[in-house]
């Protein structure tokens, strides 16, 4: 559980680090401009790893990540676990990073191919050590 709060922690306080300084939503259509990073190929697709909420415990599950528009992506779960949508992600040193404090989301992909979600709000997500 620890492990837990301190990745959350430095997810959300990574992200909030790389504002684009506008205090508002960036909804001007143009991705590339924006300082979103594509995901390659290579790192879309399907991990597997531990997946748990509160009422799934302890189990080897999966997280689908698919691009939903222009460098936003969606990820799927398995065991009926509602999926994260609108995910943008930033580079952080050599992880991608995206954290939302406002629906208490943080995901980072690290440079090993390493999927990492941690959702605190309600319904509470966590997925570790997921591998491609």
Known sequence: ???????????FMS???????????????????AGLVELSES??????????????ENTTGTATIVESSCRTYTIDFSDNVPSITDVTFVSLNESLVFGDPDREIGIEISADGVLIVVKTS????TFLEGKK
């Open 43 to 56: 790192l879309l697709g399907t991990y597997t790893g531990k997946l748990e909420t509160l009422q799934v």
């Open 122 to 125: 309600d319904p509470i997500i």
């Open 15 to 33: 992200c909030s680090n790389d504002d684009n300084g506008g205090g508002g939503d960036d909804n001007s259509g143009d991705c590339l401009s």
């Open 1 to 11: 559980m620890y492990i837990l709060c301190f990745t959350s922690g430095i997810l």
